[in-house]
T-cell receptor
Framework: NAGVTQTPKFQVLKTGQSMTLQCAQD?????MYWYRQDPGMGLRLIYY???????DKGEVPNGYNVSRLNKREFSLRLESAAPSQTSVYFC?????????????FGSGTRLTVV | KQEVTQIPAALSVPEGENLVLNCSFT??????LQWFRQDPGKGLTSLLL?????REQTSGRLNASLDKSSGRSTLYIAASQPGDSATYLC??????????FGKGTKLTVNP
């Protein structure tokens, strides 16, 4: 089925370890986004990419880096994981960065940092 | 800075009841207002998108309205069913062109 695919679905890291969350979409969307969802905080934007080759910071970028590898793929990297980064991470895509394009979300990566 | 608020945080209703979920936003200069559904442990599913020039959108038993001047949107669910149980999120897309989410309303429909 067409959509947004995230890997892995679950991950446990030790403090200080690094990892990359992968995201791929097959809808030929231009824009891609990374959100984190925490209890009581809602979804907050980490980074986004309006088009291939561009990335910009969102509301909570500290401790993260991203790479828009090509039009399909947008990865999120934690260089040195901290317990505060325990969260559920969602990748999303939309047809364009202009308004009125709906968003499609992946099923999420549940990350625990111990 | 745009802030989106959803009230109530949780709602429990008997099956068959009509219900309204509320969403308010502080900056009325939005392009659209979107409603999503999230099932436990799952991602978000888009339900309705109301453009700033529109007053409402309908999909099946769902009807979403938008009043930009007052900074409010409502999601009306008719004849609720246990399968409607989920968390409902609203999000405003504004001048930054990025979605700002509310914290959601957790709906439970009891058989």
């Amino acid at each position: 089925n067409a959509g947004v695919t995230q890997t892995p679905k679950f991950q446990v890291l030790k403090t200080g370890q690094s990892m990359t969350l992968q995201c791929a979409q097959d809808m030929n969307h231009n824009s891609m986004y990374w959100y984190r969802q925490d209890p009581g905080m809602g979804l907050r934007l980490i980074y986004y990419s309006a088009s291939e080759g561009t990335t910009d910071k969102g509301e909570v970028p500290n401790g993260y880096n991203v790479s828009r590898l090509n039009k399909r793929e947008f990865s999120l990297r934690l260089e040195s994981a901290a317990p505060s980064q325990t969260s559920v991470y969602f990748c999303a895509s939309s047809e364009g960065s202009r308004p009125n394009y709906g968003y499609t979300f992946g099923s999420g990566t549940r990350l625990t940092v111990v | 800075k745009q802030e989106v608020t959803q009230i109530p945080a949780a709602l429990s209703v008997p099956e068959g009841e009509n219900l309204v979920l509320n969403c308010s936003f502080t900056d009325s200069a939005i392009y659209n207002l979107q409603w999503f559904r999230q099932d436990p442990g799952k991602g978000l599913t888009s339900l309705l998108l109301i453009q700033s020039s529109q007053r409402e959108q309908t999909s099946g038993r769902l009807n979403a309205s938008l009043d930009k001047s007052s900074g409010r949107s409502t999601l009306y669910i008719a004849a609720s069913q246990p399968g409607d149980s989920a968390t409902y999120l609203c999000a405003a897309q504004g001048g930054s062109e990025k979605l700002v989410f509310g914290k959601g309303t957790k709906l439970t429909v009891n058989p």
